[in-house]
């Protein structure tokens, strides 16, 4: 079993940043996919971006290059998103999800994942 808890969402103004945390407890972390989805209201989960277990893979989705950073301290056992100039349209709960399964492609489907976070709200006010 593997645990994910996030961290880091709140409130901010458009342009503005925030940087998520997910903190994963429970099998070894170090050969693990992560990856970060959202749900706006009204609308169906998202894939956000993701990075495998050496962090010299990542993947985003097109509405977020350029402007998100996902990265991971093994260490730590933390895979973090650093979000800048952020939109209104960025508003959702962010999930955190992790695979304990190898592999080198980080996936943008949810089906690749076997673990979940409670999610953390992010909200961006115009």
């Known amino acids: 079993q593997v645990q994910l808890v996030e961290s880091g969402g709140g409130l901010v103004q458009a342009g503005g940043s925030l940087r998520l945390s997910c903190a994963a407890s429970?099998?070894?972390?170090?050969?693990?996919?992560m990856g970060w989805f959202r749900q706006a209201p009204g609308k169906e989960r998202e894939f956000v971006a993701a990075?495998?277990?050496?962090?010299?893979?990542?993947n985003y989705a097109d509405s977020v290059k350029g402007r998100f950073t996902i990265s991971r301290d093994n260490a730590k056992n933390t895979v973090y998103l650093q979000m800048n100039s952020l939109k209104p349209e960025d508003t959702a709960v962010y999930y955190c999800a992790a695979t304990t399964i190898y592999t080198t492609v980080p996936a943008t489907e949810e089906k690749k994942y076997d673990y979940w976070g409670q999610g953390t709200q992010v909200t961006v006010s115009s």
């Open positions: 429970g099998r070894p972390f170090s050969t693990a996919a």
């Open positions: 990075v495998i277990w050496s962090a010299s893979n990542t």
